[in-house]
Nanobody, 120 residues
Framework: QVQVVESGGGLAQPEGSLRLSCAVS????????MGWYRQAPGMQRELVAH???????IYADSVKGRFTIFRDIAKNTAYLQMNSLKPEDTAVYYC??????????????WGQGTQVTVSS
């Protein structure tokens, strides 16, 4: 069994910063990739940032230059540093991980989500 726990959401002012954390634990052999998604009310869930095991990164156009995704492979943890926040960044942010389990299949797991609200 694999668990994903996000933390770090909350309320920020426009142009402020927040850092989200995503810790993966359990029956893990390795983690191929991790990513952050978000879902605003009435909207579909969208990719925010993605980082595979080789360290390359992919960002949504709306967050390029403002958000940074990085990983601590030893801790099975990914982070999303969010700077210059805008009200339109308000959403529930979800962490996703593609995990190779010990003696089992490769699975994709989601966290429970953490609310980010950007408002003055």
């Amino acid at each position: 069994q694999v668990q994903v726990v996000e933390s770090g959401g909350g309320l920020a002012q426009p142009e402020g910063s927040l850092r989200l954390s995503c810790a993966v634990s359990g029956n893990i052999f390795s983690i191929d990739a991790m990513g952050w998604y978000r879902q605003a009310p009435g909207m579909q869930r969208e990719l925010v940032a993605h980082i595979p095991s080789d360290g390359t990164t992919i960002y949504a156009d709306s967050v390029k230059g403002r958000f940074t995704i990085f990983r601590d492979i030893a801790k099975n943890t990914a982070y999303l540093q969010m700077n210059s926040l805008k009200p339109e960044d308000t959403a529930v942010y979800y962490c996703n991980a593609r995990v190779r389990t010990i003696g089992g299949p490769v699975i994709r797991v989601w966290g429970q989500g953490t609310q980010v609200t950007v408002s003055s």
